[in-house]
């Protein structure tokens, strides 16, 4: 009788159960096939940039560029202010300007050599900045020193010294605080003609926030000092691009030096006067 396909393919592996059962050999187990690879870990978060740069709005941040890196540095602070412009000066965008020209450049890690050159008085200022290294933690210090130097010859006072500590606390990994002590030996304002103002010292403050990976919203406060006649303040909003960050900037300072917005006097105008602006930066790796 003939044997059907599918018993002819068994017979085989039986006979062989079969042997091994009578010379008391258990049969060889037939190898498991390999686990099935892993499912691959979730990619982690892309972290997020800090808020800021080396420059808040006209304050030093905690971070400085990274090294062999040149930055090139443009304030732009139109004149009149927004109350009393209309369509004659395009809501002030047609008006004159207050500008300042910086150059940085960053040798080592968290050294950061910089120079700005302000209209206002004809300001030169040179600084240096070091990022202290503190680690993962969450509160990073900087320290900045330099002198400012005018050339506008109605200011009875040409140079000054000063030297400032920056502190900037995270939160939220989007948001940062920085705290700013600031000591110059003489307080320049913006007018020509000033009263002497000598060693004054202040706490300037600064905050923050991401609101996109490349949007930014930032702040800066100088609080009213005994000589000033008010508070001064200025806010941004910042776009960033591969080495280069813009922002559009309002407030009542259009001072971007130290000497000049320890205790700013507003060029004797009314501390409610608001002033629109930009600033312009861009990095090359050298």
Not at 179 to 194: E, H, W
């Amino acid at each position: 009788m003939r044997l059907r396909r599918p018993l002819l393919s068994v017979l085989p592996a039986a006979l062989l159960v079969s042997a091994a059962r009578l010379t008391g050999q258990e049969p060889t187990p037939t190898p498991a096939a390999p686990p099935a690879p892993a499912a691959a870990a979730a990619e982690e978060p892309v972290p997020w940039r800090p808020p800021e740069g080396a420059i808040i709005i006209n304050f030093p941040s905690v971070d400085t560029p990274p090294p062999q890196t040149l930055q090139l540095h443009f304030t732009h602070r139109f004149s009149d202010p927004v109350q009393s412009s209309d369509i004659h000066n395009l809501f002030s965008f047609d008006s004159g300007a207050e500008v300042g020209i910086g150059l940085s450049y960053t040798p080592v890690k968290n050294l950061e050599l910089g120079f700005l050159r302000e209209r206002t008085l004809e300001d030169y200022e040179v600084s240096a900045k070091y990022a202290i290294p503190t680690g993962a933690f969450p509160v990073k210090v900087a320290v900045r020193a330099g002198g400012d130097f005018r050339t506008e010859r109605a200011y009875p006072d040409v140079s000054s010294f000063f030297i400032q500590a920056t502190v900037g606390a995270f939160l939220f990994d989007r948001i940062r605080l920085s705290v700013i002590p600031t000591f110059s030996t003489n307080a320049a304002g913006q007018r020509f003609v000033l009263p002497i103002r000598d060693n004054v010292f202040n706490v300037l403050f600064a905050a923050s926030a991401s609101i996109t990976r490349t949007v930014n919203i930032q702040a800066e406060m100088v609080p009213r000092h005994a000589q000033s006649p008010g508070t001064g303040w200025i806010v941004a909003v910042e776009k960033t691009l591969l080495r280069h960050r813009f922002s559009f900037t309002a407030g009542n300072m259009k001072a971007t030096t130290v000497d000049q917005y320890i205790a700013p006097d507003f060029q004797g105008l009314p501390v409610s006067n608001i002033y629109l602006g930009f600033n312009i930066i861009r990095q090359w790796k050298l």
